[in-house]
Nanobody
């Protein structure tokens, strides 16, 4: 059992920055990849960014590439999402997710085994 807790969301203006954090606890020894997803009202849950624990490889959806950066802190067992140049269309509940299965390097929600409760990010124009 793994527990993920997101933090750092808030209400900001377009162009501002925000840093989200995902803290993991429990049986995290088999972690393979952690990702951030987001879900806006009336929309499907959308992949945002992912990072592989063993080598730090990252990947981003096109709409956030160049603006967002995902990183990991191995001793702290946390994953951060630095979000710069925020746009109103970034408004959503942001979730972190953990994949514990070796070699599963996907971007679908079903590829991930554990989820946090989400943190709200609101970007006003």
């Amino acid at each position: 059992q793994v527990t993920l807790v997101e933090s750092g969301g808030g209400l900001v203006h377009a162009g501002d920055s925000l840093r989200l954090s995902c803290a993991a606890s429990g049986r995290t020894g088999s972690r393979y990849a952690t990702a951030w997803f987001r879900q806006a009202p009336g929309k499907e849950r959308e992949f945002v960014a992912r990072i592989r624990w063993r080598d730090g490889t990252t990947d981003y959806t096109d709409s956030v590439a160049g603006r967002f950066k995902i990183s990991r802190d191995i001793p702290a067992n946390t994953v951060a999402l630095q979000m710069n140049s925020l746009k109103p269309e970034d408004t959503a509940v942001y979730y972190c997710a953990l994949c514990t299965r070796f070699g599963v390097w996907g971007v679908s929600p079903g590829d991930f085994d554990y989820w946090g409760q989400g943190t709200q990010v609101t970007v006003s124009s």
